[in-house]
């Protein structure tokens, strides 16, 4: 029989929806009246092993206790599908109160195997608290588990500092270390109290670390302050060597260095960086900028004179080719480059980022945030649309893939269009209004002179709509897509990314009303740097927005220079940008997007919540 389908029979026999397996049957006899005893011999053998006792264990507790030390010995051999029908012998039958937590662990543990872990969490949380310990620090194990697998890393952490009580030989300290730098920065931003001492040493220190970096400072002084509070906190060696072996923590670069096209093809983008970053270092900053026109340029002079200008940070290139170009400049050189860089485009291919950043503005980065956006709404099952061209599939192809790990196989459909001509059948198409349709013919048909009122509807399951193209190709869509929607349903909410933003006011935004948009934050209402986009276009009367974009760009690289190097070795941590809320994750910059609706020819910026924060999911 194939290794899946037996799993899978596993899996359902413990849920009860398979027979029970018929190879390790329970010894046929009367066990109603046989007296419980309440344990077996403290021995360590093989899962085989123990079923053979079970089989000729003197009555149905020691039965079960036997079933359940086989159940164990098999999932710690990996032997899952053979321990999973060792269980579900036991699934109905009324364990005595002794026996239910040790079964309930099991079952988690099977659970957590297959990365089930809401259905894991709702088992361990059913088990009554024990005063066994072993079973104590059993269950604090698998609580970690099921956290560290969903990401709830304060949660994780928690756990393991518990474990730590357990069994102080241990050092959790480095994995604890990396759970609590993976808490969102909104959680030590508020007041957090904890009343364990060592619970208290992490929370103080990561508070005091984001509060430093949120002032833009080194958080050398932050730790020192820390050590002088906590000398015996497991996180102190850790500590020390931070401050001892990365420099990073108590100097920031002063000598920067900015490489933009600002002559030639793309000049215009390069100098709406520049403008950017010029716009920062009027915050009273004090480093000192140079700007070295890549048009201008080559890899190799620009090489040279970074090393010249003793420079500490590199912003940019920009230009693709370019990147491609100075990549493998510093590719060959004899030793890795001494600047901390913020490349402003994606990675090169095989290029081994070491103290590079990237940070790039793209749709691809817009596909990812909606999918993020749309699932905190509660959308379950989602329609794209988009054009019928190789970069078109592609971006549908990156949304689909992304949404359907987060809600399982057929939970996104594409439509795909080549021109205007192809929308109104793509979309009915794709909401089955054609299928309706064709059923309502056939019943028609089957009446005969029965007159019968029917009108074709839409499909059910979907519930929003991303449109991948412009504010063009949305003027011509959404009637098809409003038209489409069954009058039984509710308004279907159409989403877009920031192409809509682009070309909106070239013919008013009021036949795009509903459609909501993501976009760089600065360029949506109530931003509170609004004077500064106003002053621009007040500079730059005829700034586009994808002008202004870059202009955000070059701003944010700049706010991001002081806290990059940290911001790598702490990845909760999040900067209020101007293009996005800016994390870095595997040296690249993540941004999450801002997003509003066009509502009666104005804009109207939609609840973001990236900074709130729930405790159920940490």
């Known amino acids: 029989m194939p290794k899946k389908l037996l799993t899978c029979m596993a899996i359902l026999a413990l849920v009860g929806c398979a027979s029970q397996p018929t190879e390790q049957q329970l010894p046929e006899r009367d066990i109603d009246r046989e007296p419980l005893v309440e344990s077996i011999p403290d021995i360590r053998t093989s899962g085989a092993d123990y079923l053979r006792l079970a089989r000729n264990a003197e009555n149905r507790a020691q039965t079960y206790q036997y079933l359940l030390r086989a159940t164990d010995a098999f999932f710690d051999a990996a032997d899952w599908q053979r321990g999973a029908a060792v269980l579900s012998q036991l699934e109905d039958i009324q364990l005595p109160t002794s026996l239910r937590a040790d079964y309930a662990m099991q079952r988690a543990r099977l659970l957590i195997h297959f990365e089930q872990w809401r259905s894991a969490l709702t088992t361990l949380e059913s088990i009554e608290s024990t005063r066994d310990r072993q079973q104590r620090v059993e269950l604090t194990q698998l609580y970690y588990q099921v956290y560290a697998g969903q990401n709830r890393h304060l ?328 038209t489409n929607i069954s009058p039984f349903a509710s308004r279907m909410p159409v989403f877009a990314s920031s192409a809509m933003h682009e070309a909106a006011g070239n013919r008013g935004r009021g036949d795009l009303d509903g459609i909501t948009f993501s976009d760089a934050p600065w360029l949506l209402p109530e931003h509170p740097q609004a004077d500064l986009l106003q002053r621009f276009s007040r500079l730059r009367p005829n700034l586009s927005p994808s002008s202004q974009r870059l202009v955000a760009m070059g701003y944010d690289a700049m706010e991001l220079l002081p806290r990059i190097s940290a911001m790598n070795w702490y990845p909760g941590y999040d900067h209020a940008g101007l293009t996005g809320q800016l994390q870095i994750f595997d040296n690249a910059v993540q941004r999450q997007l801002s997003w509003a609706m066009f509502e009666s020819n104005t804009l109207r910026r939609q609840p973001n919540h990236v900074n709130t924060v729930d405790r159920n999911t940490l």
Do not use: C
């Open 155 to 482: 949660s994780a952490a928690r756990q393991l500092v518990e474990l730590a009580t357990y069994d102080p030989e241990q050092d959790y300290s480095d994995i604890t270390w990396q759970h609590f730098a993976q808490v969102p920065a909104a959680y030590w931003r508020q007041a957090v109290r904890e009343n364990n001492d060592v619970m208290r040493g992490w929370t103080t220190l990561f508070t005091r670390v984001t509060q430093a970096l949120d002032m833009r400072e080194p958080i050398a002084g932050s730790l020192e302050l820390w050590l002088q509070q906590f000398p015996a906190h497991p996180a102190t060696p850790r500590v020390e060597r931070l401050l001892n072996d990365a420099p990073w923590i108590s100097e920031q670069p002063r000598r920067i260095a900015v490489l933009l096209p600002l002559t030639g093809q793309f000049a215009q983008q390069g100098q709406a960086i520049r403008d950017g970053v010029l716009a920062a270092l009027s915050n009273e900053r004090n480093e000192d900028v140079i700007f070295i026109d890549t048009s201008l340029t080559d890899s190799e002079q620009a090489l040279r004179r970074l090393h010249d200008e003793n420079i500490e940070a590199v912003i940019g290139p920009l230009a693709r080719e370019y990147v491609d170009r100075f990549a493998r400049t510093l590719v060959n050189m004899d030793e890795p480059a001494p600047w901390v860089h913020l490349w402003l485009n994606r990675a090169p291919d095989d290029y081994p980022a070491s103290l590079d950043n990237f940070f790039a503005l793209d749709i691809d980065t817009e596909v990812e945030s909606a999918v993020a956006y749309l699932s905190q709404l509660g959308h379950e099952q989602v329609l794209v649309f988009g054009t019928d061209t190789q970069r078109g599939r592609q971006l549908a192809n990156q949304f689909e893939s992304t949404w359907q790990r987060r809600h399982g196989p057929a939970s996104a459909r594409t439509g795909s269009y080549r021109s205007s001509n192809d929308m109104p059948d793509v979309v009915a198409q794709s909401l089955h209004v054609r299928d309706s349709a064709a059923r309502i013919a056939q019943v028609e048909a089957a009446a005969g002179a029965i007159s019968i009122e029917s009108e074709p509807r839409s499909r059910q399951d979907v519930t929003a709509v991303y449109l991948l193209g412009d504010a063009a190709q949305a003027r011509l869509l959404k009637p098809f897509i409003e």
